[in-house]
């Protein structure tokens, strides 16, 4: 018989009984549309965070001191660092401290919580900050000490009830002591929480200051790392080898610090997402199985239903490996639909959940032509047990079954 032919009875036996070949089709189209949605979510989240990466950009990297070694007071990060680093290495653009304290803030009577990051002026320009109201920190605000902070959207709405809060007045400091501080500008808190860290969630306000006042309200601030910016992209590993070598001179020490670049981070970051991803369509792929499991007991059904029908066709001369493709023909099938099925619908709902979870799915070719490939192979797979089952039948048997 005829490929043709045997795919023309393959659909006729398929569409003959509607509900059990949907029934059958369920987990298939379950599962391959589970796949699609996690994976084109995960891509798309993927695409969305190391685009913000790369607009912090690919030129920048950290120094901190290390955490598996003793490290001294005279190892320790200072502002002199700072500026040597902008003087010394040509190749560096930018360079900014930061340091972290946790602290009090009071807006009027009231007393909050804050973490306080201090920084200097260059840190404006290697990070992804956006300032939405007033301004950042300048030169003059590093040089004087000023009394001066920013704040992000979210702790300007719990300390004044709204947004535009620049020019009024904070008091900041610790449960001891507190000063007097001029907000100058307000900061998007995506990017700016970002700053704190894992910390920031925990704190109803963050605050930046200019780092030498941060020195002046409070005890042993201690640069916790400091960022640097190279003009391009390829003078990131000498300007990383020169900074190292400028404070191990600097500070008299050796294998003190540790270096961090941008690039290292989107490609591990990117490494740990792919792993996430595909567990994740595993454990969605699991229920392809139940679903392959569907289309043999199905297959197994139609065996017994059309024995009368294979013993005819056997006795008109059809062969072991007619009956035995037209069976796989049949399962491949349900497999294929349900997979088309599952497509459109993973497609579907990746772009309606989407949305809300503020990511643009990303369905590539591959993932599609993946997920059909897996859902052929499910078929063929769970059909085969059946089809050889058919295949075997002795015909005169098979005649004689009511």
Do not use: W
Not at 82 to 99: F, Q, T
Not at 188 to 202: E, F
Not at 213 to 228: L, P
Not at 390 to 399: E, F, M, S, T, Y
Request: net charge positive; glycine share 8%.
């Amino acid at each position: 018989m005829y490929i043709k032919e045997l795919i023309k009875v393959a659909i006729k036996s398929i569409f003959s009984n509607k509900l059990r070949t949907f029934l059958t089709m369920l987990g298939i189209i379950i599962g391959i549309a589970s796949v699609i949605t996690i994976v084109s979510l995960g891509e798309g989240g993927k695409t969305a965070i190391l685009g913000e990466f790369e607009k912090i950009g690919v030129n920048i990297f950290s120094v901190r001191p290390r955490t598996d070694v003793e490290i001294t007071e005279s190892d320790r990060l200072t502002v002199k660092d700072v500026e040597m680093i902008r003087k010394r290495v040509s190749s560096v653009k930018y360079a900014a401290p930061v340091a972290q304290k946790f602290g009090l803030v009071k807006p009027g009577k009231r007393t909050k919580r804050a973490l306080f990051i201090a920084t200097d002026f260059d840190y404006g320009n290697v990070s992804n900050l956006k300032i939405v109201y007033g301004r950042f920190l300048n030169e003059r605000d590093i040089l004087l000490g000023r009394n001066v902070v920013l704040i992000d959207r979210e702790s300007a709405k719990e300390l004044f009830g709204y947004e535009d809060c620049v020019g009024q007045t904070i008091k900041v400091g610790s449960s001891t002591s507190f000063d007097t501080a001029k907000i100058i500008g307000v900061i998007d808190s995506g990017s700016y929480r970002a700053l704190g860290g894992a910390a920031a969630d925990q704190f109803p306000v963050i605050a930046a200051m200019p780092i030498t006042y941060a020195q002046k309200i409070f005890d042993d601030v201690t640069i916790s790392q400091i960022y640097v910016m190279t003009y391009k992209s390829d003078q990131l590993d000498e300007a990383t080898s020169q900074v190292v070598r400028l404070l191990e001179l600097r500070h008299h020490n050796k294998d003190k610090y540790k270096t961090e670049n941008f690039v290292n981070f989107m490609e591990q970051f990117e490494r740990i997402l792919g792993i996430f991803t595909t567990v994740m369509s595993a454990i969605a792929a699991i229920s392809l199985l139940v679903g392959g499991i569907g289309v043999m007991n199905i297959m197994l059904v139609a065996v017994t239903e059309r024995t009368r029908e294979i013993g005819i066709r056997k006795a008109i001369g059809a062969t072991q490996r007619d009956i035995l493709v037209q069976f796989l023909i049949e399962a491949l099938l349900i497999s294929l639909i349900g997979g088309s099925v599952g497509t459109l619908l993973g497609y579907l709902l990746a772009n309606l959940v989407g949305p809300f979870i503020q990511i643009t799915p990303v369905v590539s070719l591959k993932t599609i032509l993946i997920a059909f490939v897996f859902s052929s192979a499910v078929g063929i797979f769970f059909g085969i047990y059946p089809a050889k089952r058919a295949a075997q039948l002795d015909p005169i048997v098979a005649l004689r079954y009511e």
